[in-house]
Nanobody, 116 residues
Framework: QVQLVESGGGLVQAGGSLSLSCAAS????????MDWFRQVPGKEREFVAR????????FYADSVKGRFTISRDNAQNTVYLQMNSLKPEDTAIYYC?????????WGKGTLVTVSS
């Protein structure tokens, strides 16, 4: 079993920054990648960023490219999402997802609110 715990959400003004973290514990040895998704109530969950488990490759949604940076701490099994130049449209619940060879695991989410 795998546990994912997100933290770092909160309220920030437009143009500001926040850093999210996702700590993974448990059976992570078959992991492939860690993703960040976000969801606004009433809308579909959308992909934000991915980092391969080795940390060697990253991918971003066009809407966050150049503003968000995903990274990981191998020793801590923690993935970070540094969010800069935040916009009101970035307001959402942010979820991390661990992709393994068997299945995917989701965290419970952390709320990010960007005020205009």
């Amino acid at each position: 079993q795998v546990q994912l715990v997100e933290s770092g959400g909160g309220l920030v003004q437009a143009g500001g920054s926040l850093s999210l973290s996702c700590a993974a514990s448990g059976r992570t040895f078959s992991s492939i990648a860690m993703d960040w998704f976000r969801q606004v109530p009433g809308k579909e969950r959308e992909f934000v960023a991915r980092i391969t488990w080795s940390g060697s490759n990253t991918f971003y949604a066009d809407s966050v490219k150049g503003r968000f940076t995903i990274s990981r701490d191998n020793a801590q099994n923690t993935v970070y999402l540094q969010m800069n130049s935040l916009k009101p449209e970035d307001t959402a619940i942010y979820y991390c997802k661990l992709v393994t060879v068997d299945t995917d695991y989701w965290g419970k989410g952390t709320l990010v609110t960007v005020s205009s």
